[in-house]
C-alpha cells in the first residue's frame, strides 16, 4: 500500500487528469449554445453562493476580510459572465467574405490551473468559467492552506455544469495537491495549457514545463496623486483600493508618489481617511517584519489588518485603522517598504517635481513590478497621457482604486483574476485573461490570387533584377538599346539640341535620370553649352548619341556594335 504523500498526490493528478481528457473529448464537440448554457448554470450557483465562499476563504486560510472576498466573487460570478455573454468562442467565429476567410475557435483541452492562497474561491470561480466557455476542460491544484474552500468551489460548480448538460469529469480538483503534483499536473501529456496563479516558482515552473503557460509577475503599483488632481477624491480612493481585502490583490497600491507641495495636504487627508503615519522607528520595524531576508513577503503578514500588522511590529495603531503609511526616501533594498508588501502598509513619496515624480514610479516598478499596473489620479490628460508611455505597466489605471480598476470593475478591461504582465515581466501576454485566450483561432482561407499577383517584384527567377551571373544586385537586368537611343534622342531634344543642331521643341514625356546623368557629363565634356542654342554640326548628334548609348550599354553588362545607331 502507498503511504508517500507525494506518490498518492501524483497518482490521484493522473486520474484526474485522464478523467478531464476523456470528458473533454465529448465536451469539445459542444455547440456555443450548449456551453454557454453550462456556464450561465455555473455563474448562478457562484452567485448564490458568493458570501458562503468569502467566509469559508477567511476561515480556512486567515487572510483578507470576508466583506472584500465577497466582492471579488461576484467579479467572477457575476461580473464576469455578463461580459462573456455574446462571445463567440467555439465552431464558427466569423467570416469575412472581402478577404474570402472563416475563423473558427478550437478548444486547447485540459487546463492546469494552479491557484493562489490569497483569492482562493474567486481565482476558482473565474479559471473555471473562462476555461469552459472556451470549450475546454479543467484540473485544479488548489494552495495546501485553501484547498478545502477551493475543492468546494470547484465542487458546486462541477454539479452545476453536469446539471446543465457537461459531460462527467469534466472540472476536477486536486484533493491532495503538493509541490510534486503540481508539476506532475502542468507536465502531464493531457495538459493542453496552464493557469497559473501564485509566487514567482510556480510561475517559473509553468513556463519551464514544455507546456504553453499564462503566467503573472508580482505587483508593485506605484500611484502618481499630480498636482492637478482632486485630492480629497484620489487620497480617498488610494486608500480604499490598499485597504481592499488587507492588500491581498497583487495590483493593490503600493506606493504614493506627489510632488513636495502637496505632502502636507496629503498627509492631512490620509489621516481623515484613517490612515496611521508611522515614525521613523516604526518604520524601520514595518520593514524588517514584513520583507524576509531572501526579499520575499513574510507570509504571516499577508493579507492581515493594519491593527494586527502595527502590533507584529511592536506598535498599537487604533482598531479602527485603515491603513499605515511611512515616508520613504528611496527605493531598493536599503528601502524594505518599497517592495511589494501585500498587506494594508502604503509607502509615501515626496519629490520635488513631476518629472522626479516619473521616475521614481518607474523605480518602483522595475525594482518589483515590471509590467503589471500603475496608477495616476490627474485631470491634465496630458500628463496622463506621458505618465503611461513612460511607466513599464500593462494596466495603467486613471482615477481609480487600483484593484478595483485593474480587475474591471471599475473600468471596461476584462473582468480576471489573472493579469498577464507582458515580454518585460517574461509573460506570454499583457492581456486580463480571458476565453479568448485559451482557445485557438483556425483560418480557412481560400484562393484570392495567382502567385505572381501577390507580388510587385518578379517571381521568375531569371527575369528578377540581379540575377545576372556574376552582377551586382542593385544593377538592373537587360535592356533593349534601341530604347535607351530613343531615351537620349528625346533628352538631347528636350535640351534644345535637335537632330541638325539647331533648337528643338521639348520632349513630351519624361527621360530617366541615368540617361540623363550620362548626357550631361558628355556635353560638359565636350564644353557644348545647353542653356544656348548649341553650335555643332549635323554630324555631331548621332555621334554623340552613339557615344553615349555603347558607354551606357557597357556600364549595364550589354553589347552592341556602334554601327545600330550610326
Known amino acids: 500500500m502507498i503511504e508517500d504523500k507525494d506518490l498518492l498526490s501524483i497518482q490521484e493528478v493522473r486520474t484526474k487528469v485522464e478523467k478531464a481528457y476523456s470528458a473533454w473529448l465529448e465536451y469539445r464537440t459542444f455547440s456555443q449554445e450548449r456551453i454557454d448554457a453550462v456556464v450561465e448554470r455555473m455563474g448562478a450557483v457562484a452567485r448564490a453562493n458568493a458570501k458562503r465562499l468569502a467566509d469559508m476563504a477567511v476561515e480556512e486560510t486567515g487572510y483578507g476580510n470576508a466583506k472584500d472576498k465577497y466582492v471579488k466573487n461576484l467579479l467572477c460570478a457575476d461580473l464576469l459572465p455578463r461580459r462573456m455573454r455574446g462571445m463567440k468562442t467555439v465552431g464558427l467565429l466569423r467570416e469575412l467574405p472581402e478577404e474570402k476567410m472563416v475563423e473558427m475557435g478550437v478548444p486547447m483541452g485540459v487546463v492546469a490551473a494552479i491557484l493562489p492562497t490569497t483569492n482562493p474561491t474567486s481565482t476558482a470561480i473565474y479559471k473555471i468559467l473562462i476555461s469552459l466557455k472556451a470549450g475546454n476542460a479543467i484540473v485544479l491544484s488548489p494552495h495546501p492552506r ?3 474552500c477551493t475543492c468546494y468551489t470547484a465542487a458546486i460548480l462541477y454539479q452545476a455544469a453536469v446539471e446543465a448538460g457537461a459531460p462527467e469529469g ?27 496563479t501564485g509566487g514567482a516558482g510556480i510561475v517559473k515552473a509553468a513556463y519551464s514545463s514544455g507546456k504553453p503557460a499564462f503566467g ?16 480629497e477624491e ?17 495590483s493593490s497600491e503600493q506606493a504614493i508618489v506627489a510632488e513636495a507641495p502637496l505632502r502636507d495636504r496629503i498627509l492631512e487627508l490620509l489621516k481623515a481617511n484613517k490612515a496611521y503615519i508611522a515614525n521613523e522607528a516604526q518604520k524601520q520595524a514595518l520593514g524588517k517584519l514584513l520583507i524576509m531576508p531572501n526579499w520575499t513577503v513574510n507570509p504571516q503578514c499577508v493579507g492581515q ?28 533594498k536599503q528601502y524594505p517598504l518599497s517592495a511589494e508588501k501585500l498587506s494594508p502598509v502604503l509607502s509615501l513619496y515626496f519629490v520635488k517635481d513631476f518629472n522626479a515624480a516619473l521616475d521614481t514610479c518607474f523605480a518602483l516598478l522595475k525594482f518589483g513590478g515590471m509590467g503589471h499596473t500603475a496608477v495616476i489620479h490627474s485631470k ?11 511607466m513599464p505597466a500593462m494596466r495603467v489605471l486613471v482615477n481609480t482604486p487600483s484593484p478595483e480598476g485593474s480587475t474591471g470593475i471599475t473600468t471596461n478591461i476584462f473582468p480576471s483574476m489573472t493579469m498577464g504582465c507582458g515580454a518585460v515581466a517574461g509573460n506570454i501576454t499583457s492581456d486580463n485573461i480571458g476565453p479568448q485566450n485559451l482557445i485557438n483561432i483556425k483560418r480557412l482561407a481560400y484562393t484570392v490570387r495567382q502567385p505572381q499577383e501577390a507580388f510587385e517584384m518578379p517571381i521568375d527567377y531569371n527575369a528578377a533584377p540581379g540575377a545576372t551571373a556574376g552582377s551586382p544586385a542593385s544593377v538592373p537586368g537587360p535592356i533593349e538599346r534601341s530604347a535607351v537611343a530613343a531615351a537620349v534622342e528625346r533628352y538631347l531634344a528636350s535640351r534644345g539640341i535637335g537632330p541638325s543642331g539647331h533648337p528643338a521643341a521639348p520632349a513630351p514625356q519624361p527621360v530617366s535620370s541615368v540617361v540623363s546623368n550620362i548626357v550631361d557629363r558628355y556635353l560638359a565634356s565636350r564644353r557644348v553649352p545647353v542653356a544656348a542654342p548649341p553650335v555643332v554640326s549635323s554630324s555631331v548628334v548621332p555621334n554623340v548619341t552613339a557615344q553615349v548609348v555603347d558607354r551606357f550599354l557597357a556600364r549595364r553588362g550589354a553589347s552592341g556594335s556602334k554601327s545600330e545607331f550610326g
Not at 503573472?216 to 485630492?231: E, Q
Not at 488610494?238 to 497583487?250: E, H, I
Not at 500588522?309 to 515616508?327: N, R
Open 146 to 148: 485553501a484547498h478545502q
Open 170 to 196: 469534466i472540472i476536477q480538483c486536486v484533493d491532495n495537491a503538493t509541490l510534486e503534483a503540481t508539476n506532475a499536473l502542468m507536465r502531464h501529456e493531457r495538459t493542453g495549457v496552464i493557469l497559473a
Open 216 to 231: 503573472v509577475g508580482p505587483g508593485n503599483v506605484p500611484v502618481l496623486i499630480d498636482t492637478s488632481a482632486d485630492l
Open 234 to 250: 484620489a487620497v480617498a480612493k488610494v486608500v480604499a483600493g490598499k485597504s481592499f481585502d488587507y492588500g491581498t490583490v497583487c
Open 305 to 332: 489588518s493594519a491593527a494586527t500588522i502595527a502590533k507584529m511590529a511592536g506598535f498599537e495603531v487604533p482598531p479602527d485603522t485603515s491603513i499605515v503609511c511611512a515616508e520613504l526616501e528611496g527605493v531598493g
Open 380 to 390: 491634465n490628460d496630458q500628463r496622463t497621457r506621458q505618465y503611461a508611455m513612460r
